[in-house]
């Protein structure tokens, strides 16, 4: 893979993240697992939207990398995917509240 096509691929990949990052709900969702994890069902009451729309939210971060699951039979638990999502968060954080 040459440098432009490595280039390519990584602004497809924070185009991805940007997305992600670009709905006040999921950047509710994120805070709220900055906290810890959580089931589908506890971020959905703590956001105040239903389990589906909830659940569709999670999906578009998780296809972004920005958090994983783990299941505890039916349940389905959410993080943050890494030490560097939390980190993430929190400068996106500080540079909104700065600006």
């Not at 997305?19 to 709900?25: D, I, Q, S, T």
């Not at 959905?44 to 569709?56: F, I, K, L, R």
């Not at 998780?62 to 349940?75: K, S, Y």
């Amino acid at each position: 893979m040459g440098d432009r096509d490595a280039k390519a691929a990584l602004f497809a990949e924070f185009a991805a993240v940007g997305k992600a990052l670009g709905n006040p709900k999921r950047l509710e969702l994120l805070d709220l697992l900055a906290q810890g994890p959580r089931s589908v069902d506890d971020l959905a009451a703590a956001a105040s939207v239903g389990t589906s729309t909830c659940s569709a939210h999670l999906q578009t971060l998780r296809e972004a990398g920005l958090v994983e699951t783990r299941r505890e039979g039916r349940r389905i638990f959410y993080s943050l995917a890494g030490d560097d999502v939390a980190g993430l968060w929190d400068h996106l954080r500080r540079v909104a509240g700065a600006h």
